[in-house]
């Protein structure tokens, strides 16, 4: 009995090796002899950019927007990024969690929400958050690949 189900495992994982390794990746046009299913080049990626919806008040809620070009069909897909700039993190804003989702419509968000500033008696003075984007599997990296915004006193 255990010896069945060990040789009906071994086939079980043959016939999927075997089905695995003959299916080809396409990509809409012939390979040539420089393309090889084993070599993915970034051209075949989407493309991911970045842009800031604007500078933000204290207190109030930022966003960063993701676009992905072309989106995936079936699904999305999950990208990398740092975060830098002058505001501090758990300071001027709710710190920010890599990577972001971006959705079947191509499209996603990095939300940023401020907090009030425990300086006001040294000033009031403008903080940047810059997000900037980080390579990762199954896409590329545009231009822009970072964004800025301000947040205001």
């Known amino acids: 009995m255990k010896r069945e189900i060990i040789s009906k495992s071994l086939l079980s994982l043959g016939l999927a090796f075997v089905l695995g390794s003959t299916i080809t990746p396409v ?24 842009h800031s919806t604007g500078d933000v008040t204290r207190g109030k809620t930022g966003s960063f927007v993701l676009n992905m070009n072309p989106p995936v069909m079936l699904g999305g897909t ?14 001027d804003y709710v710190p ?7 959705g079947q419509s191509g499209y996603g968000v990095i939300l940023v929400q401020t907090l009030p500033d425990p300086r006001a008696s040294s000033g009031r003075q403008s903080y940047s958050v810059v997000v900037t984007l980080e390579p990762g599997p199954g ?8 964004a800025q915004m301000m947040i205001k006193p």
Request: no cysteine; charged share 10%.
């Open 96 to 102: 920010l969690v890599s990577p972001a989702y971006i």
């Open 27 to 50: 990509h809409g046009d012939s390979l040539t002899s420089a393309d090889s299913p084993t070599s993915l080049q970034p051209e075949k990626f989407a493309v991911i950019t970045i």
């Open 78 to 91: 999950y990208v990398n990024f740092s975060v830098s700039g002058t505001a501090s993190p758990g300071v």
């Open 139 to 146: 896409y590329a990296v545009g231009q822009p690949k970072s």
